[in-house]
Nanobody, 127 residues
Framework: QVQLVESGGGLVQAGGSLRLSCVASGLTFSSYAMAWFRQAPGKEREFVAGISRSGAITTYADSVKGRFTISRDNAKNTVSLQMNSLKPEDMAVYYC????????????????????WGQGTQVTVSS
């Protein structure tokens, strides 16, 4: 079965950086668009960043544009999220998600089409 395993979360001061990674197994990775979502306590899970099957197209939530960068390595079945200039409001559990698609360009920003999810990794930002 599909397994997504995130790593890289932790505690960082405001203004600092973290790099999250997600390793996928049990799927043909290049057939999946990938995304990162996050969920803060008491809030809905929200889209952070997404990347197309080939990695050629990316999209970001307005709140992280210019600070976060999503990338993927299809040879290593890995998707990463580089997070710079972290703010206290970025504090959340971050989830990796996979969406099988025939489209080479489409990135979906809502939760429902994503069929597979990781267990999440905690990001804590101290002010």
């Amino acid at each position: 079965q599909v397994q997504l395993v995130e790593s890289g979360g932790g505690l960082v001061q405001a203004g600092g950086s973290l790099r999250l990674s997600c390793v996928a197994s049990g799927l043909t990775f290049s057939s999946y668009a990938m995304a990162w979502f996050r969920q803060a306590p008491g809030k809905e899970r929200e889209f952070v960043a997404g990347i197309s099957r080939s990695g050629a197209i990316t999209t970001y939530a307005d709140s992280v544009k210019g600070r976060f960068t999503i990338s993927r390595d299809n040879a290593k079945n890995t998707v990463s999220l580089q997070m710079n200039s972290l703010k206290p409001e970025d504090m959340a559990v971050y989830y990796c998600a996979a969406h099988w698609t025939t489209s080479m360009a489409r990135i979906i920003t809502s939760r429902d089409p994503y069929s597979d999810w990781g267990q999440g990794t905690q990001v804590t930002v101290s002010s």
